[in-house]
Structures are given as structure tokens and as C-alpha cells.
């Protein structure tokens, strides 16, 4: 019993719709993911530096919850556990019809499915994300912060215009490093049911058994996603 | 006294640890005066004057800078201290990802408020006081020391300040750039500005100051006018500090 490949099975008809709409849904999860992480990250580096001593505290020990246990768990824990504690009317809200909010492959970006793991990716990375800046921000030279206090600008403004953009440059490739890691990580998603690129090739192999090629495909898709982020993140730090 | 005092230091301490830099500072610097501090190394020159805008919190004492104590100073009112005092930085602490014109405008916009084209107004107006109006738009790795150091004089003085601190200006500086740099402090003097000056620079200290504060193991040693401070210092550590430092081999050519 060889391996015989036959492309037309996926590349045609309902697998090939399934697999364009887990494309688009991987490309929407990771955009707005993305989004989350970095907002994640700034407030977290935000709080890591506030001058009242448990916010600190609570701060760490909260980075240290996400970054110490699995992706995998969390996302179960927003979807079964999270979704359930949001007020009555903002649930009804979220799983009511939005046709404009509607993606290809029939999911809403407020579906409890896309929520949850926008959610629960964004914070993951947007932990490791504020790890890396932390780094970055541990070799901008303390000068500079008092530089920032002595003209009396503000603790938002001090991160905001001195403090973050060094930072950043210090720790740029590891940062794109976490983007293209959230990327890749939304694939996990599909545990709970949001149909992007792993969800439908998994979908294509118990509809026509074609496990290599739709894998195959779906690694493709992965792979395009990645080095297109990655020429796009590092052409931003020129910018 | 018809001029309140700008700073004030009342029984002022500090530590570090079980170090103890400043043992007991009182003392009182008078509006438009032009203040040298001088002492060896670990004197507690620098955390003096640190002291000043909060850089460094005193372990006791008070210090009042226009009646208002930076000691005590939080939040909004801390901030508008600092504001009214312009502090330049031995290692100069310039904004690395920011050109020079961006260096002296970011406070005066996000502090004071102004517009971009004012903020760019104030700029071109005191980079010209330093000299560099044609730097406006070099980043500071494109400019020498001496340049970078003159930038951020002009940041210090973009704010419009009363009180000017400098920290050992020109202390990281190649010899051949020290001169341009003490030439634009001096230009400050007598425009109405206070100027508290830590530096080793004695020949500037001499011809520049009202006033020497000699600092020796965080007390002050010698508080005098630079004739009789030079002429005939009457701490005998200030004596051998000053024959140490105006060595026939040290360059005092100013």
C-alpha cells in the first residue's frame, strides 16, 4: 500500500473552498491576535514599570501564570470557562447576527469560537512579547530615563516616545520572532473549533481521506503567511 | 534679602546604602548667580545637584527650588518643577532615535503643549544659541561629542528654564572639544538664568563664577567668591585639592 498522491482532491471543489476559507480565517485570527498581543504588551510594560510597588507584583506573577502553562489549556479555559462569565447581554450580542462581521467559511469575528482564540493567542504572545521588550528595555542606558524625568515628561510619554522605541530596536528580531510564533500558534485554535487553515485540512482528510496533500497544503499556506510577515516586519524596522 | 533664594538646602542628607554622600547640607544659591561646585571624586558633587529636580531623593532634610519643595514634589507639581529646571548630563543622555530638532522639541510639545511649528521655532532658536542650527536634523551618533553636548544644552534651555544644573558637562568630553563647550555655558551667564555648575574645569570656575562651593566628603568645605577661593582657599583640604589639580602639567589655559 504506497502513498499515491492526487491533488485534485484538495485543490478542487469543497476542499479547495474549505482550505481558501481557513486561509482567510488564519489571515483574520493572526491580524487581530496580532493586535491584542501588541496592546497585551505595551500595558503590561506599561504596569511593569509603575511606581506602585503590587502593581509590579501582580503584574509578574500574572506574566508568570501565562507564560508557564500551555497554550493549549488556556484557549479551553477562554472558550469554556471565559465566554461564560461575560454579562448575559454582550454573549447574546457576540452570538447574534452581524452579517458585516461574517468571514468566508460562515465565521463571525465575534463568534465565541474567534474570540476566545483571538483572545487567548493575543495574550499568550503579547506575554512573551512584554518579556522581550523588558529585554530590550533592560539595555536602553538609565540616562535616558532621567534624561526624560529632568524635562518633566510624563511616565506614559518617558515609555511611550523614549523608553519603547529604544527598546524595540534592541530587541527587534526576537519581536518578529513572536509575531511569526502567534502566527503559527493560532493553528492550535482549532481544538476549539475555529476553522482556519488546520481545522479545514483536517476537515478535507475525514471528507476524502487526502490527509498528505491537504497537510501538505495547509503547511504551503503556513509557510507563505510566515515569509510574507517576516519581510513585512523586517522592512518595518528600516521605517 | 529683597530676591527669594532659587534653591534652598535645609539639613540635607543622603545616603546610598550604608553610604552616606551628603552629610548635612544647608544652603541657599541666589537668583542669576553663576555657582561653581568643585570637590574630589566621591565628594558628592553630582548627587548635590541630583538632588535638586528629584533625580535623587534626600534620606532627610528638604530642598526648595522657588519655594517649592522637589523633596516633597509628586505627579503634576514635580513635573512643572522639573520643567523650570533645565539639567545637562555628563554622558550628555541625548534621545539616540531622535534627530537633534526632535531632542528639543519633544518636551516643549509634550510638556508645554506647543505646536509642532512652535516647538520647531524654539528649536531653531536656541540650536542657533549653541552654534549647530545646521545640525538640526543630525541624529545624535552623527555628531561629536562636543556637538552632543551643546544639543543638550539646547534642549536644557529650550523650556525657557530659571535654573540651569550642569553635571560634570564636559567630563566625557576629547580635550579638543571642552573649549566649545564651556564657551556656550559661559554665554549663558548673567542672562538672568541660575547656573549651578559641577565641573573640575578650575580656569572656567575662575573666570566664570560668583560663587565656589568646595564639597569634601558630602559637607561643604569652602563656600566662597573664586578670588579668595583660588587666591587663598583656607580649608587645607581645598588647599591640596586645588594644588593637585592646578598641577604645572594640568592645562588651565581658559
Known amino acids: 500500500m504506497g502513498l499515491s498522491i492526487d491533488w485534485s482532491g484538495v485543490l478542487t471543489g469543497q476542499p479547495l473552498h474549505w482550505l481558501l476559507s481557513g486561509l482567510a480565517v488564519t489571515l483574520a485570527i493572526t491580524l487581530v491576535a496580532s493586535g491584542i498581543a501588541t496592546v497585551v504588551a505595551v500595558g503590561l510594560t506599561a504596569l511593569r514599570l509603575s511606581p506602585v510597588a503590587p502593581v509590579r507584583l501582580a503584574t509578574r506573577a500574572g506574566i508568570s501564570v501565562i507564560r508557564n502553562t500551555p497554550l493549549l489549556i488556556q484557549l479551553l479555559v477562554w472558550y469554556f470557562v471565559g465566554f461564560g462569565l461575560l454579562p448575559p447581554g454582550l454573549k447574546a450580542w457576540m452570538t447574534g447576527d452581524h452579517p458585516w462581521s461574517v468571514l468566508p467559511g460562515q465565521v463571525s469575528l465575534f463568534a465565541p469560537e474567534f474570540a476566545a482564540s483571538a483572545w ?42 523614549i523608553l519603547l522605541p529604544q527598546a524595540l530596536r534592541n530587541a527587534y528580531q526576537p519581536v518578529v520572532g513572536q509575531y511569526l510564533n502567534l502566527m503559527k500558534l493560532t493553528s492550535v485554535t482549532c481544538s476549539i473549533g475555529l476553522a482556519e487553515i488546520t481545522y479545514q485540512a483536517r476537515q478535507v482528510e475525514s471528507f476524502n481521506s487526502h490527509a498528505f496533500e491537504a497537510f501538505a497544503v495547509a503547511t504551503v499556506l503556513y ?16 521605517a | ?46 548627587t ?48 539616540p532615535h531622535m534627530s537633534a530638532r526632535q531632542n528639543v522639541t519633544l518636551a516643549l510639545r509634550k510638556v508645554l503643549g506647543k505646536t509642532q511649528a512652535e516647538a520647531d521655532a524654539v528649536a531653531d532658536e536656541v540650536l542657533d544659541r549653541v552654534g549647530l542650527a545646521d545640525k538640526a536634523g543630525n541624529f545624535p551618533g552623527q555628531l561629536s561629542g562636543g556637538q552632543q553636548q551643546r544639543v543638550a544644552i539646547a534642549r536644557a534651555l529650550a523650556t525657557g528654564p530659571d535654573l540651569l544644573l550642569f553635571d560634570e558637562p564636559t567630563s566625557a568630553l576629547d580635550p579638543e572639544m571642552i573649549g566649545e563647550v564651556l564657551t556656550v555655558i559661559r554665554q549663558l551667564t548673567h542672562q538672568g538664568i541660575t547656573l549651578v555648575v559641577v565641573t573640575h574645569e578650575m580656569g572656567f570656575a575662575r573666570t566664570v563664577a560668583d560663587r565656589i562651593l568646595f564639597l569634601d566628603q558630602g559637607r561643604i568645605e569652602e563656600d ?31
Open chain 2, 224 to 254: 566662597a567668591h573664586p578670588d579668595d577661593f583660588f587666591g587663598a582657599p583656607r580649608s587645607p583640604r581645598a588647599r591640596q585639592f586645588l594644588s593637585q589639580i592646578l598641577s604645572p602639567l594640568h592645562t588651565v589655559g581658559d
Open chain 2, 48 to 95: 548635590l545637584i541630583r538632588m535638586v529636580n528629584r533625580l535623587e531623593v534626600p534620606t532627610r532634610g528638604d530642598i526648595l527650588v522657588d519655594g517649592i519643595s522637589s523633596t516633597h514634589a509628586r505627579g503634576e507639581e514635580l513635573r512643572r518643577l522639573r520643567t523650570g529646571v533645565g539639567f545637562v548630563f555628563q554622558q550628555f543622555n541625548l534621545y
Open chain 1, 223 to 238: 509557510l507563505a503567511i510566515g515569509f510574507c510577515l517576516e519581510r513585512v516586519l523586517l522592512a518595518g524596522r528600516r
Open chain 1, 120 to 161: 487567548g493567542v493575543g495574550l499568550f504572545i503579547g506575554v512573551f512579547l512584554a518579556e522581550e521588550l523588558q529585554a530590550g528595555l533592560n539595555a536602553v542606558a538609565p540616562g535616558q530615563r532621567e534624561a526624560a524625568a529632568s524635562q518633566g515628561l510624563s511616565g506614559w510619554d518617558t515609555l511611550a516616545k
Open chain 2, 1 to 46: 534679602m529683597a530676591v527669594p533664594p532659587v534653591i534652598e538646602f535645609r539639613d540635607v542628607h543622603k545616603s546610598f546604602g550604608a553610604l552616606e554622600v551628603i552629610r548635612g547640607i544647608t544652603l541657599t544659591i541666589d537668583r542669576g548667580s553663576v555657582v561653581v561646585v568643585c570637590g574630589p571624586s566621591g565628594s558628592g558633587k553630582s
